[in-house]
């Protein structure tokens, strides 16, 4: 549950930057840029966790299906109304907080992990991959192809790693 947690504040930490940047309080804004910063460390973490102590496995690919299409619906409906809001209050954090705890909690028991923008930085892709046992999730460089063999670190339920260039 650690994991996924830090993979949805991972997430989400564009709003905070977008918020702290559009925030008129340059207190405030230099308090919600850094804590954005800080969250969006929560990918690297649990990747770096992952390769350096967790446990490698090979799993043979039998379907793939790229995951990352809803990441644009994630950007505009839970992004894009926070940012039309000029200059937001205390108030307006406040509810911003209470929407972020139930949106938290709908995403730790869910599995939505694929959205997260800072994946596509990184240069890497969620893809819906079926091992034979119904679909996972797999975050890689390029794509798998049905029929490969991948050697996986498990990032967290449901959510593996792949290292490398090539499957």
């Known amino acids: 549950m650690g994991a996924r947690l830090l993979l949805l504040l991972s997430a989400y930490s564009p709003l905070l930057l977008i918020i702290g940047i559009r925030d008129h309080n340059t207190r405030q804004s230099w308090w919600l840029i850094g804590t954005g910063l800080l969250l969006a460390l929560g990918l690297p973490i649990v990747i770096a966790a992952a390769v350096w102590l967790g446990h490698s496995q090979t799993m043979h690919v039998t379907s793939v299906h790229d995951a990352a299409a809803e990441v644009s619906g994630y ?6 109304p926070f940012v039309s809001r000029a200059g937001p209050t205390g108030r307006d954090l406040l509810a911003y ?5 139930f949106l938290a909690t709908a995403y730790l028991q869910s599995g939505k992990l694929a959205l997260n923008p800072w994946i596509f930085f990184a ?3 969620i893809y819906e991959v079926d091992f034979g046992n119904g679909p996972e999730l797999v975050l890689a460089r390029h794509a798998p192809s049905t029929g ?3 050697t996986l670190s498990r990032l967290t339920r449901g959510l593996y790693f792949k290292r490398g260039g090539t499957p």
């Open 148 to 150: 490969d063999d991948l």
């Open 97 to 101: 907080g209470l929407f972020g705890v």
């Open 123 to 125: 240069r890497h892709r």
């Open 75 to 80: 950007l505009t409906s839970f992004i894009l």
